[in-house]
């Protein structure tokens, strides 16, 4: 009994470990001393292991994405709409976050290498379940989220260290990238969908893998795939296209748009957020990733909650918004009853200009005494005696009061949501010449969130740092509008070629950019892959 407890523990050990070192060659020489075969020793470990709860280690694996320095930091902070500047001594961390808004990051960053890490982790334990004898359910769950995790390193990394279930682990895993990476990611969603749960459409939880998340995740794949073969020069094929329309009409008779946009990052977002596909499930008080570090990494220390004074936007990204466009920001209740909010200023969105205490109404001050009015102008390296409020702040969940300023939130983090579906379409139609169906779902978001009704939709501005004007929307900028710091701006830019273009805070860069390098470490274990161009 001693022994076939060591090897159950050992076993869920070896599955529940993330790192580089399992998908390299490192060697696995340990002996059973005991006198069971290997053959027996398998079959007690397999008999004895709990797949649910192997499943749903995998599914704690994407709280991950939930914190400030992990896959969404890279997406976001590369982009033109996040930044995190560089505050006297606060958050310079040896220039870590500045080099990621300037694109002068290289292969030895250590969000390059830990999200890596993570990334690849996610995938070798998802792989694992399929060896422990799951259900049917239990090994498409399994297998959708091994195919996210494989699709954000694609995104990212541009190839993807795999091994199947069973493989030795003595062998460094292969690397598929570009059209293979592409098409076996395609090929698992369309064949695990049929065994998923139902989705959130019907009656399915969003925070479990389901049909609805693999068609979107589908449309993801068929938009992206141009741009996966080549970054510098994405291309469309009307057969794609053709795919994301069709997963798009599937999804549009099952979901709607929400009143309220704000309800989808509600702390009770699981009940009243309609849109919401795929969500990763926090519970308020007891369970769940580091979701309070959506408003504790920009808001200031001295705000209703109190955070860490970092992350900004620009004000090219704010101009962007007309004035009765309900995605600016706006005065959400306090689910908790909490602040009451006597001044009735934004509690969602942008916050620019003088702060007030959310219970008080006082005008808030900054550590030194002077007004707490945040600055439309930022920099990368801010000194003087206005550091501690310069850039506009953003708040992309509502806040959640309820258990204290440290307890943990109950806001699912959303990964999915239905308003992609929508936009996805109409940029599907409008690589396709189909101006009229993208005007008219691009017409059908913005009557939801109180914008002006557009007279016709292109793909991007001449300027992608220009609001759009006379009635002509931007698909790219309606993007932006509707996903501000929701993960996908890096991924957009790309496929509309915009990525290297300079803003406000950073010249043209380099094609190499477009990738993120393979870090050392995992070069240095796995021959099989091969440092992305340039660095």
Same mark, same amino acid.
């Given at each position: 009994?001693?022994?076939?407890?060591?090897?159950?523990?050992?076993?869920?050990?070896?599955?529940?470990?993330?790192?580089?070192?399992?998908?390299?060659?490192?060697?696995?020489?340990?002996?059973?001393?005991?006198?069971?075969?290997?053959?027996? @020793?398998?079959?007690?470990?397999?008999?004895?292991?709990?797949?649910?709860?192997?499943? $749903?280690?995998?599914?704690?694996?994407? $709280?991950?994405?939930?914190?400030?320095?992990?896959?969404?930091?890279?997406?976001?902070?590369?982009?033109?709409?996040?930044?995190?500047?560089?505050?006297?001594?606060?958050?310079?961390?040896?220039?870590?976050?500045?080099?990621?808004? @300037?694109?002068?990051?290289?292969?030895?960053?250590? $969000? %390059?290498?830990? %999200?890596?890490? &993570?990334?690849? !982790?996610?995938?070798?334990?998802?792989?694992?379940?399929?060896?422990?004898?799951?259900?049917?359910?239990? @090994?498409?769950?399994?297998?959708?989220?091994?195919?996210?995790?494989?699709?954000?390193?694609?995104?990212?990394?541009?190839?993807?260290?795999?091994?199947?279930?069973?493989?030795?682990?003595?062998?460094?895993? #292969?690397?598929?990238?570009?059209?293979?990476?592409?098409?076996?990611?395609?090929?698992? =969603?369309?064949?695990?969908?049929?065994?998923?749960?139902?989705?959130? &459409?019907?009656?399915?939880?969003?925070?479990?893998?389901?049909?609805?998340?693999?068609?979107?995740?589908?449309?993801?794949?068929?938009?992206?795939?141009?741009?996966?073969?080549?970054?510098? /020069?994405?291309?469309?094929?009307?057969?794609?296209?053709?795919?994301?329309?069709?997963? /798009?009409?599937?999804?549009?008779?099952?979901?709607?748009?929400?009143?309220?946009?704000?309800?989808?990052?509600?702390?009770?977002?699981? %009940?009243?957020?309609?849109?919401?596909?795929?969500?990763?499930?926090?519970?308020? !008080?007891?369970?769940?990733?580091?979701?309070?570090? /959506?408003?504790?990494?920009?808001?200031?220390?001295?705000?209703?909650?109190?955070?860490?004074? !970092?992350?900004?936007?620009?004000?090219?990204?704010?101009?962007?918004?007309?004035?009765?466009?309900?995605? =600016?920001?706006?005065?959400?209740?306090?689910?908790?009853?909490?602040?009451?909010?006597?001044?009735?200023?934004?509690?969602?969105?942008?916050?620019?200009?003088?702060?007030?205490?959310?219970?008080?109404?006082?005008?808030?001050?900054?550590?030194?005494?002077?007004?707490?009015?945040?600055?439309?102008?930022?920099?990368? $390296?801010?000194?003087?005696?206005?550091?501690?409020?310069?850039?506009?702040?953003?708040?992309?969940?509502?806040?959640?009061?309820?258990?204290?300023?440290?307890?943990?939130?109950?806001?699912?983090?959303?990964?999915?949501?239905?308003?992609?579906?929508?936009?996805?379409?109409?940029?599907?139609?409008?690589?396709?010449?189909?101006?009229?169906?993208?005007?008219?779902?691009?017409?059908?978001?913005?009557?939801?969130? !109180?914008?002006?009704? /557009?007279?016709? %939709?292109? =793909?991007?501005?001449?300027?992608?740092?220009?609001?759009?004007?006379?009635?002509?929307?931007?698909?790219?900028?309606?993007?932006?509008?509707?996903?501000?710091?929701?993960?996908?701006?890096?991924?957009?830019?790309?496929?509309?070629?915009?990525?290297?273009?300079?803003?406000?805070?950073?010249?043209?860069?380099?094609? #190499?950019?477009?990738?993120?390098?393979?870090?050392?470490?995992?070069?240095?274990?796995?021959?099989?892959?091969?440092?992305?161009?340039?660095?």
């Amino acid at each position: 009994m001693i022994f076939m407890k060591h090897i159950k523990k050992s076993a869920i050990a070896l599955v529940l470990t993330v790192g580089v070192g399992f998908m390299s060659c490192t060697k696995l020489d340990e002996k059973l001393n005991s006198s069971l075969t290997a053959d027996q @020793a398998q079959a007690i470990l397999l008999k004895s292991t709990d797949v649910s709860v192997l499943l $749903q280690a995998a599914y704690d694996g994407l $709280q991950g994405f939930q914190s400030q320095d992990v896959a969404t930091s890279l997406e976001e902070n590369s982009s033109d709409e996040s930044l995190v500047p560089t505050r006297g001594g606060d958050w310079d961390d040896n220039g870590v976050w500045r080099v990621i808004h @300037a694109h002068t990051w290289n292969a030895d960053h250590s $969000q %390059v290498n830990n %999200v890596f890490n &993570s990334l690849l !982790g996610l995938e070798f334990n998802t792989t694992n379940i399929l060896s422990f004898n799951p259900n049917a359910s239990q @090994a498409a769950e399994a297998r959708f989220l091994r195919a996210f995790a494989m699709y954000t390193v694609l995104d990212l990394y541009g190839q993807v260290p795999f091994r199947e279930a069973g493989e030795n682990l003595l062998n460094a895993p #292969k690397v598929l990238s570009g059209a293979d990476a592409a098409s076996f990611i395609i090929s698992e =969603l369309n064949a695990v969908k049929g065994a998923l749960p139902n989705g959130p &459409s019907a009656g399915g939880p969003a925070y479990k893998a389901n049909k609805d998340a693999a068609d979107f995740l589908l449309m993801k794949m068929y938009l992206n795939k141009g741009a996966y073969l080549n970054r510098a /020069a994405p291309t469309f094929d009307a057969a794609d296209m053709a795919q994301v329309k069709t997963l /798009a009409d599937g999804l549009i008779a099952k979901y709607s748009l929400s009143d309220n946009v704000w309800d989808n990052y509600a702390p009770s977002n699981d %009940v009243i957020g309609k849109e919401n596909i795929f969500t990763n499930q926090n519970i308020g !008080g007891s369970k769940g990733g580091n979701l309070r570090a /959506a408003w504790y990494k920009t808001n200031h220390y001295n705000m209703n909650k109190s955070g860490w004074n !970092g992350f900004t936007t620009l004000a090219a990204v704010y101009d962007k918004f007309e004035s009765t466009d309900t995605r =600016l920001g706006v005065a959400y209740p306090d689910p908790a009853g909490k602040w009451p909010n006597p001044k009735a200023v934004n509690t969602t969105g942008f916050m620019v200009g003088q702060q007030y205490d959310l219970v008080s109404g006082a005008a808030l001050q900054d550590r030194k005494g002077a007004p707490l009015s945040f600055t439309r102008a930022v920099a990368l $390296q801010e000194s003087g005696t206005n550091l501690e409020v310069t850039g506009i702040r953003y708040w992309r969940y509502v806040v959640d009061t309820k258990d204290g300023n440290d307890g943990q939130p109950d806001n699912d983090y959303v990964f999915f949501r239905f308003a992609d579906v929508v936009l996805m379409k109409a940029e599907a139609a409008l690589r396709t010449s189909d101006a009229t169906t993208a005007l008219t779902l691009v017409n059908q978001l913005r009557a939801k969130r !109180g914008a002006s009704v /557009a007279t016709s %939709v292109v =793909l991007k501005n001449a300027d992608p740092n220009a609001p759009d004007a006379g009635g002509v929307i931007s698909l790219l900028n309606e993007r932006q509008r509707e996903f501000h710091w929701d993960g996908w701006r890096r991924q957009d830019q790309i496929r509309f070629g915009t990525f290297l273009s300079a803003n406000a805070l950073k010249p043209v860069t380099d094609a #190499k950019y477009l990738l993120f390098p393979i870090p050392n470490t995992a070069l240095a274990v796995n021959p099989n892959l091969k440092q992305n161009p340039g660095y």
